[in-house]
């Protein structure tokens, strides 16, 4: 999987067009596009063939104009990315749940699943520097605030909220991995596993390895196949969010 970076673009330019502030040209024709057409255009060449099919020509192409056009607004594509990152963000509907941290954290989480399961592209951008525009902020701002007041110090929430981003991150690219998987074989995962038992019955072998046959049966006989990414991501969110939990509760006791 081929990888992109976040922040590789002109400060100052992608700054500008994060936060709209770019100047418009007060001579010459009258610009024929606009930033968040060239946006809209963009994201869905991602979305559709994903981020590798992403250059300034095929924008160029999906929006009828040439590719030089797009740099009348556009620096190169790493400013363009940086703004397809922001704009996509702007998505979580970033919901005020009712109940304590591990509610809200929870959410925090789910949401951002869905954010990834609609834009398998973003699992290709590193976003150790993430384009600083008003929708990074403003999901940052809302992340902090379900550990907000809970015993932990500023580096801890920072950190915290960084654990949980980092666990969905890696769920969902296992997630999209498997259902690429299906889609190219043709075979859903139930499929391949009935094909490949009557085979492993027959090898003797198997018997060295007892914990594995018992396990893997028990699995196989839960969920139909050898993985399943919904359970998978249920039982590790709860584990994560009861790790947090020992945390909170270790803050919050008294010293004896």
Avoid: C
């Avoid at 976003?127 to 600083?132: C, D, G, H, K, M």
């Amino acid at each position: 999987m081929n990888q992109e970076y976040s922040g590789s673009g002109d400060p100052a330019k992608s700054l500008e067009l994060l936060w709209r502030r770019r100047p418009q040209p007060t001579r010459g024709p009258k610009p024929a596009l606009t930033v968040d057409q060239i946006v809209t255009a963009a994201l869905k060449v991602a979305d559709t063939d994903g981020l590798g099919a992403m250059s300034m020509r095929r924008v160029a192409d999906e929006l009828g104009v040439g590719a030089m056009t797009l740099y009348r607004y556009f620096p190169g594509k790493g400013e363009l990315l940086d703004v397809m990152l922001d704009t996509v963000y702007g998505e979580l509907p970033r919901r005020d749940v009712p109940g304590e941290w591990r509610a809200k954290l929870d959410e925090v989480a789910r949401e951002n699943r869905e954010l990834y399961l609609r834009h398998p592209w973003m699992l290709q951008v590193a976003i150790s520097r993430p384009p600083l525009g008003p929708n990074v902020m403003a999901k940052y701002e809302w992340e902090l605030g379900a550990v907000e007041g809970i015993g932990l110090s500023d580096v801890e929430m920072d950190s915290t909220v960084a654990l949980v981003n980092g666990y969905v991150h890696g769920a969902v690219r296992t997630a999209v991995e498997a259902r690429q998987v299906i889609l190219r074989s043709g075979m859903t995962d139930k499929e391949w596993w009935l094909a490949h038992v009557p085979h492993l019955d027959q090898i003797s072998d198997l018997a060295k390895f007892p914990l594995s046959a018992r396990v893997g049966t028990a699995v196989g006989s839960e969920f139909d196949a050898p993985y399943d990414v919904d359970h998978a991501f249920e039982y590790g969110l709860e584990r994560l969010l009861d790790g947090v939990s020992a945390l909170v509760v270790n803050r919050s006791a008294p010293e004896g």
